[in-house]
């Protein structure tokens, strides 16, 4: 078995599509040179693409001593971020954690997240899991303004101050900020706490390998050296596995498949989908072009959305992410009443079922006319999620520069924000406030 990422394309590109390939791949390597040469629009922002090769044996060892601390002090540890500032360490976290952690006691915090909704129920019930117990926040914003993280900071370090004092806060609150503006940053200088930076020319969906995902990574108590040397293997070896994907991809896009679903065969990946929906969503998604990313979650799925991707309309592509070996083996039992008709499969492993479940759903979607992408990881652990990261990550930069935009920005997402804070009355939104007024009444 291959101890890296892999591609397979067999089921998703035909002879038919060899010409398109063969211009696709120039158009790749020119995608790839502009962005590795840092002369493609927002070249500003390309701090994660040697990030790996950079982190410095100083910096992790400050992050693991930070993280042990946090450890030792906290029954639970909120991580207060919104978009790349809480996904990528949630799909990381999730993917290593046992599925049930959640019911069972064991050492060190349990992490929560905050800060990436303004559902004020979910605040509440939040507040009422940490309350009595000693909590610790790791609080992550550039400019510690954004609405959802400033909301649930405000609450969240105002109750740790009345519960458990000021000293144990300021201890046990830290800042993943700006390395010198910005109101976090203040607020941070002002009371002591301790603070990591993230880089300026690293975007948020980019930052999984910054302290924005190693400190909370390390936090849950996974080993976030691993992590990085999956990255560093990517960054250094894989670029075949990287241009194969974002060739094929764009191949698709081209023949009129306009929507990439991921697919995987693993519940401990959900969050991982999560994560690259908002990769390639907030990358490509400009000039009204970008390819729709969705997911799904089998077998779970294949009792709802499954209809829809086997006979439904012919605009989709599926890439199914595969994992080589599972932690642990089930085997099924013989049963000598065999009620339920399984004893086909006694002494099966409940692995080997599922991937069975996978191929024979893979070649049943192909014959329906969806395309089918095959990645490959041989475990779900720290070296290969790592490798997983960066693989996505410099698809997406290239494949955003293949599509003719700047993969790096997110201009559309303001625009939800300008008419919110008009709505709430925020200073400086007079005027909009108006005219919306003005609009709702006709």
Known sequence: MSNSIQVISKYALGKSDDQRIKA???????????????????????????????????????????????????????????????????????????????????????????????????????????RGHKFGIIVISKSGTTTEPAIA???????????????????????????????????????GYKTYIIPDNVGGRFSVLTPVGLLPIAVA??????????????????????????????????????????????????YIAEWWKQLYGESEGKQHKGIFPASVDFTTDLHSMGQWIQDG???????????????????????????????????KNVDYVNKMAELGTRLAHVDGGVPNLLITMPAVNERYLGQLIYFFEKACGISGYMLGVNPFDQPGVEAYKRNMFALLNKPGYEEQSAAIQARLKK
């Open 153 to 191: 900071f405000r609450l969240f370090k105002e109750m740790l101050e009345k519960q458990e004092g000021k000293e144990f806060a300021q201890r046990n609150i830290v800042a993943v900020t700006d390395a010198r503006r910005g109101a976090l940053r203040g607020l941070a200088t002002q009371e």
């Open 313 to 347: 309309e012919r605009t989709i592509f599926e890439t199914v992410l595969s994992v080589g070996d599972q932690q642990h083996e089930v085997i099924i039992p013989r049963d000598e009443e065999d009620l339920d008709g399984l004893n086909y499969i006694a002494g």
């Open 24 to 130: 696709l791949s120039a158009t790749a390597l020119a995608a790839k040179h502009t962005l590795e040469s840092g002369s493609g629009a927002g070249n500003d922002f390309l701090g994660w693409l040697h990030l790996p090769t950079n982190i410095d044996e100083q910096h992790l060892q400050d992050i693991e001593a930070c993280a042990a601390r946090m450890r030792q002090d906290c029954e639970y540890v909120i991580t207060i971020g919104i978009g790349g500032s809480y996904l990528g360490a949630k799909c990381v976290i999730e993917a290593l954690s046992d599925h049930f952690a959640a019911y069972k006691s064991g050492n060190g915090p349990k992490i929560v997240f905050a800060g990436s909704n303004i559902g004020e129920d979910y605040l509440y019930d939040l507040m009422d899991l940490v």
């Open 221 to 270: 108590g996974f080993d976030i050296r691993a992590l990085v040397i999956g990255a560093v293997e990517m960054e250094i070896n894989g670029n075949k596995q990287i241009m194969e994907y974002a060739i094929a991809r764009n191949v698709l896009y081209q023949n009129g498949k306009k929507i990439e679903i991921l697919a995987n065969f693993t519940p401990r990946l959900h």
